[in-house]
């Protein structure tokens, strides 16, 4: 049961990173990669590490995406080809 | 090049694998992390470190040192986006240094791409209409739901943060995720009521001292442990008052110094 949920989460984890790596839109790939960071914090939960998971929720998912989006306000929202 | 790109992902893939397919199951009592170093952490944690919280013991008792330099190395990344040029303009020449390799300069400054354009025109309007308003905020009108939803919740995450603070001696949490909570809630705020009203929330008199409290605290109580037990950054092993009193100090310094530095390169990114 639990191997399960690891696979699943992992496939996850796998997936976004390849689809943030991906995608010429730079938006996109914020978003994308708070998805990551949610998953993540799903993950360092069920690892039994609740700090490490709150941390990378209010990090990760948060204020990283937040700069990340100023950022991208700030410059331009298309990846140069 | 595809072929090498591929061959270089496999390299680092296939060990990432291997060893998450070699990890033992969940709660396997003779999985390495219980029997090296961990389970003597929890069998003398408590007694010798005074802290109920054995997370907090390792951090602030056992790898005090790391923790200093993190707080140091935070404290550093504020310093780094401090030392950037302000003030450069958003748009018009903004994408001006392009990474080396990449096309040449000029070119970038030539026709931008369509949202490019109609945004920079958004942002002219809004400075004719007012000067000081923040870009980000003024681009696009907050939507009501969303500034409903953050005024609401602000003050009950602010309260969160404050619990796992004051509690991270029994739950879990502590200074750092404190500190991540009050630096969400800061910079939810600021997008939401305008960075002029969040600024406000860290007076600018403080704000030296506020980014710096972390390192600080770390230095004062590690000269205190020096002075009372004659090592660097030591606790009195067999007073569990002084103990908690210096490890409710460095937390709460954290938790402060944490926080303000993440708000300030909020402030410092949107201004």
Known sequence: MSDLFDIVMLALLIATAVTVARARDLLAAVVIFSMYSLTMTLVWQHRGAPDVAMTEAAVGAGVTTVLFLITIARTTRREKP | ?271
């Open chain 2, 1 to 271: 090049m595809r072929p090498w790109s591929l061959l270089l992902v496999l390299l680092v893939a296939l060990p990432l694998v291997a060893g998450v397919a070699t990890l033992p199951p969940h709660d396997a009592p003779d999985a390495p992390i219980h029997t090296q170093v961990g389970a003597l952490y929890l069998e003398r944690g408590v007694a010798e470190t005074g802290m109920k919280n054995l997370v907090t013991a390792v951090l602030l008792n056992y790898r005090g040192f790391d923790t200093f330099i993190e707080v140091v190395v935070i404290f550093t990344a504020l310093a780094a986006v401090l030392a950037l040029p302000k003030g450069s303009a958003p748009l018009p020449k903004g994408n001006a240094p392009l990474p080396k390799g990449s096309a040449p300069v000029p070119k970038g400054n030539a026709p931008l791409p369509q949202p490019d354009a109609a945004r920079s025109q958004g942002v002219g309007g809004a400075r004719s209409r007012e000067e000081e308003a923040p870009e980000v905020a003024s681009d696009v009108p907050v939507s009501p739901v969303v500034r409903f939803v953050v005024r609401l919740l602000a003050p009950f995450i602010a309260m969160f943060a404050v619990a796992m603070l004051f509690r991270g001696h029994i739950t879990p949490g502590g200074g750092f995720q404190a500190a991540a909570v009050f630096a969400a809630v800061f910079i939810a705020l600021g997008l939401v009521l305008g960075q002029d009203r969040a600024a406000r929330l860290v007076p600018v008199d403080w704000r030296p001292w506020l980014q710096g409290v972390a390192p600080l605290a770390f230095a004062l109580v590690a000269w205190i442990g020096w002075r009372l037990t004659g090592a660097f950054l030591g606790y009195p092993i067999d007073d569990h008052t002084v103990q908690e009193a210096m490890g409710f100090v460095l937390e709460i310094a954290i938790a402060v110094g944490g926080g303000v530095v993440l708000a300030r390169i909020f402030l410092e990114m949107e201004t």
